[in-house]
């Protein structure tokens, strides 16, 4: 059993997902190799080299993977593929983008988002926004998978010293480009990934008194949600938006201010650790999932909080 | 411009899903059923394109038993011309689906393919993905917006921490994500339209596809229920409990 990687990074250093990526791998068993496919990206290949778990690091420094396109990495993960049992990408925009195109270049098919390998062909999955679990074994000779960080502690990013071996790329498929990036500004963290996510719902009443959340957010550290009620009446954009049709988020803090506590809603931040829910409606649905529930008037407890934090 | 339509008929996104007591999967008897809601946006992305005057038709399909008919009705109220529906039944990976939507598409030479990014049931996020590769052609995958140029797609993706922006050579395949619009509910006139417009029925065997799974679902469970939380008195209380007890702040 041998296994491969496909590193997420930004040329520079490692992103945090491919530690926990690495971590599902080892528990396969067998050899574990990282693919680093970028541009003047040696340093993300060394710092790749000293996690702890990775046995060899396959280093492609090309201009065709600066800025990691589907058409381009999928090829040159299919070119490589043959050597191994199993081929992981973290289930993040990055891995999911690339690693189906990568399956069906192999005629594999892809088992998305495990959350645990329960043996080298049987994995859990969340299937319904995470409403069930689903057990898949899958009868492909390279098992294809995406890997959810959040289900896996991440390996330690150094230990280890694994030897970097430099590839040839695989070309540029030549149908795509690049034109540009906007990466969003703001300090607060990325929802998928903030280990705090403050949320606000109809319950805020108007754009402005989001201010509100993000008052407390921003004591926290927070990141800043929405449910889709509060999207949809136009308080804030769609990309706040966390539920089953919006972000899945699974923070160690999540705190639902104003919130009801729609079946969709609720799909999309169960895996959370803890779950606050503040609400002036004691019958509201979102109780019955809180760890901590306080019954009050937001527009009180807000302003407090945040003079308290 | 030709474009095809790629809609999947899911559990609708309001139903509390129940997993079935001998853990085969869910219960899907009687339960209120509708078309993927990003495959809605996919539809109302190419109804607009068709109002702009950038498309001049939409072919929407769609693949599984008779009633996927109704979803691709509704994909014809909105604003498609015509349907196909790929007759079969059980269960269908994302793999087969890609398989015969390659098929379909060296049939109907379509200028681009456009779907949702992800069904809501199996949360796969892998066909348009997969069709990419099989037709050997560019993907534009979690679109937030589309802009058709000179034989060219210009997409911007929505990408963890923000956006980005890729060119693609027509033909290609484009996945829809929340951002990119917001779909119309269908009038009455038109759905009454859309009864008349053809849906043209194939079987995989027709397009030569084999659609055999290579997953073997052995069970399907509820997730670990959350034990019951407690009611605190006020803001103080609160941040102790986060503090002290949860020790999450």
């Known amino acids: 059993m041998a296994v491969l990687v496909l590193a997420e990074h930004d040329h520079a250093t490692v992103h945090p997902a491919t530690l926990h990526t690495i971590t599902a791998a080892a528990q396969l068993g067998g050899e574990v190799t990282v693919l680093l496919a970028g541009e003047n990206c040696g340093a993300a290949a060394t710092a790749a080299a000293k996690i702890t778990g990775v046995a060899k690091v396959l280093c492609a420094d090309n201009a065709a993977y600066g800025h990691h396109l589907a058409e381009n990495v999928a090829w040159l993960v299919k070119t490589l593929a043959g050597e191994?049992?199993?081929?992981?990408?973290?289930?993040?925009?990055?891995?999911?983008?690339?690693?189906?195109?990568?399956?069906?270049?192999?005629?594999?098919?892809?088992?998305?988002?495990?959350i645990a390998v329960e043996g080298p062909d049987t994995f859990r999955r969340p299937i319904y926004a995470g409403n069930a679990i689903a057990t898949v074994r899958s009868s492909d000779p390279i098992k294809v998978i995406t890997v959810r960080g959040t289900?896996?502690?991440?390996?330690?990013?150094?230990?280890?010293?694994?030897?970097?071996?430099?590839?040839?790329?695989?070309?540029?498929?030549?149908?795509?480009?690049?034109v540009g990036q906007e990466l969003s500004k703001s300090d607060r963290p990325e929802l998928t990934s903030a280990q705090v996510v403050v949320s606000g719902g109809r319950g805020l009443q108007s754009p402005e008194n989001f201010k509100l959340i993000e008052a407390v957010a921003d004591k926290l550290g927070a990141a800043v949600g929405a449910s889709r009620a509060a999207v949809d009446s136009g308080f804030v954009p769609n990309d706040f938006q966390v539920g089953q049709t919006g972000k899945i988020v699974a923070p160690d803090l999540y705190m639902a201010v104003g919130i009801s506590g729609a079946i969709q809603h609720l799909a999309g931040i169960k895996d959370s650790k803890v779950i606050v829910a503040i609400n002036k409606d004691e019958e509201a649905p979102i109780f019955q999932v809180a760890d901590y529930g306080l019954v009050a008037d937001l527009f009180e407890v807000l302003p407090e909080m945040t003079e308290k934090l | 411009m030709k474009i095809l339509v790629a809609v999947k008929r899911v559990i609708d996104f309001n139903v509390k899903v129940r997993v079935k007591a001998d853990q085969t999967g869910v219960e899907t008897t009687n339960v209120k059923m509708s078309m993927n809601p990003f495959d809605e946006i996919a539809v109302e992305e190419a109804v607009r394109l068709k109002e702009a005057g950038t498309v001049s038709e939409i072919v929407v399909v769609s693949a599984g038993g008779p009633q996927v008919q109704e979803t691709i009705r509704t994909a014809m109220a909105m604003g498609a011309d015509r349907g196909i529906h790929i007759n079969c039944e059980g269960e269908l990976e994302p793999l087969a689906v890609a398989k015969l939507l390659k098929a379909l598409m060296d049939r109907e030479s379509p200028d681009f393919v456009i779907m949702g990014k992800q069904a809501i049931d199996d949360d796969c996020n892998q066909t348009g993905q997969m069709l990419g590769a099989l037709a050997n052609r560019p993907q534009g995958t979690f679109a937030s917006k589309l802009v058709l140029s000179d034989g060219k797609a210009e997409v911007t993706r929505e990408i963890d921490g923000g956006l980005e922006t890729v060119s693609l050579d027509l033909p290609a395949v484009i996945s829809a994500d929340l951002r990119l619009n917001e779909p119309r509910y269908a009038s009455l006139p038109n759905i009454m339209k859309a009864k008349k417009k053809p849906i043209e029925q194939v079987t995989p065997e027709e397009l030569g596809v084999d659609v055999t799974p290579r997953l073997e679902t052995l069970k399907v469970e509820e997730p670990p229920v959350r034990a019951a939380g407690i009611i605190v008195a006020d803001v103080d209380e609160l941040l102790d409990k986060l503090q002290n007890e949860a020790k999450v702040i």
Do not use: C, W
Not at chain 1, 85 to 114: E, V, Y
Not at chain 1, 157 to 177: C, K, Q, R
């Open chain 1, 84 to 114: 191994y049992s199993h081929i992981l990408a973290p289930a993040t925009t990055f891995g999911k983008n690339i690693m189906p195109r990568a399956a069906a270049l192999l005629d594999m098919a892809q088992i998305s988002d495990i």
């Open chain 1, 151 to 178: 289900a896996f502690e991440a390996t330690a990013a150094e230990g280890g010293s694994a030897a970097v071996e430099t590839i040839e790329g695989a070309g540029d498929a030549g149908y795509s480009g690049f």
